[in-house]
């Protein structure tokens, strides 16, 4: 018998369509980096909490810290703006204030990683104390 | 003839606090999510330092200054706190995930190392601050 149901009608209602999990694998991607970022962030915020301004921009002229700053500021957002999301999701239910909360999210986020990516750029290409 | 739509399938529903009888795994689950607030802010305070540090030296020592004083101390022992409890309790996400430690006994003793984590480690970090000087 033939089915007159177009393929989203029939699609609809039975799960991902493959690309579902994306937001899944992506947070636990960014997590597994995150561990060890952030371990390395902790480290690093004590060995230079006390070394003042001139110190900061001499750690952040090596490539090494600098690398993996930005690498944990993306990492972090990235990670952020999904968790957050799915908060957002589950708790707010008006759909006028979910959608405007989910973008404000979103724009926070990348704002904040562009931000955060470029000053510390800025600063170890100028190459250490100014 | 024309078949009539089918009919959503129901959705779960996320847990909410109210249905839910207190339990350590319940506190690490929704402490979780607060943790993860916490670190967005952290993020943010990240972003100020980032954003101090390239305007000159002038903004640089006023936000220093601002993360130095009483408040900003409390609220970096907060952040840290908040880290290594969502780190902790994100390892357990991560087991979870490869079908490992759902026991009930066992999600109690691993929620119950992540509180134990989150607080040795926070305490650690800020006591190696003090040792250093900075505090």
């Known amino acids: ?130 | 003839m024309v078949e009539s739509k089918p009919a959503l399938r129901a959705r779960p529903l996320s847990p909410r606090l109210e249905v839910w009888r207190w339990h350590i795994t319940l506190a690490a689950s929704i402490l979780h999510r607060l943790t993860g607030m916490g670190l967005y802010a952290g993020l943010l305070i990240l972003a100020g330092w980032a954003l101090a540090l390239a305007s000159g030296p002038d903004t640089y020592g006023a936000y220093a200054g601002l993360l130095a004083s009483v408040p900003g101390k409390i609220v970096l022992f907060a952040v840290t706190v908040c880290l290594f409890f969502h780190m902790a309790n994100g390892v357990r996400h991560l087991a979870w995930d490869s079908g490992l430690g759902f026991k009930p006994a066992t999600a109690d003793v691993t929620a119950w190392a992540a509180f134990a984590f989150a607080a040795a480690a926070a305490v650690g970090v800020w006591v190696l601050l003090a040792v250093n000087g900075v505090l």
């Not at chain 1, 039975?14 to 060890?36: E, W, Y």
Request: charged share 10%; hydrophobic share 55%; net charge positive.
């Open chain 1, 1 to 130: 018998m033939a089915d007159y149901r177009t393929a989203l009608g029939r699609a609809r209602g039975l799960g991902s369509a493959k690309h579902g999990v994306g937001h899944f694998i992506g947070q636990r991607v960014s997590a597994v980096a995150l561990i060890v970022l952030a371990l390395w962030g902790v480290w690093s915020a004590l060995s230079i909490a006390a070394s003042g301004y001139d110190g900061a921009r001499q750690w952040l002229g090596e490539p090494v810290n600098a690398a993996l700053l930005v690498l944990l500021a993306l990492a972090g957002f990235y990670h952020v703006r999904i968790g957050t999301g799915v908060i957002i999701e589950d708790y707010i239910h008006r759909p006028a204030t979910k959608a405007t909360l989910l973008i404000a999210n979103t724009f926070v986020c990348l704002a904040g990683a562009a931000l955060t990516a470029i000053c510390l750029l800025k600063v170890a290409f100028a190459g250490g104390p100014s």
